[in-house]
């Protein structure tokens, strides 16, 4: 038994602790790849997106398409 604890011990240390650090580099540059700077200003200004003027029907529909999907 103690032999099992000290393999998975072994393995979580040094391949684990290197699948965890890919991982974290990997979205980190997914994040910041060139294309995606429109994305996440869009994403940033939703809350700001109606405050010069009101949401129009068109809009509101979408909104609450969007809603609806979420519940």
Do not use: C, K
């Amino acid at each position: 038994m103690e032999d099992t604890y000290t393999i998975m011990r072994v393995f979580a240390g040094s391949w684990g602790m290197m699948f965890l650090l890919l991982s974290f580099l990997g979205v980190i540059l997914f994040t910041l790849r060139p294309g995606s700077r429109q994305v996440h200003r869009d994403t940033a200004n939703i809350p700001f997106r109606y405050d010069d003027r009101p949401a129009s029907d068109e809009e509101q529909a979408q909104t609450r398409q969007f809603e609806e999907a979420r519940q």
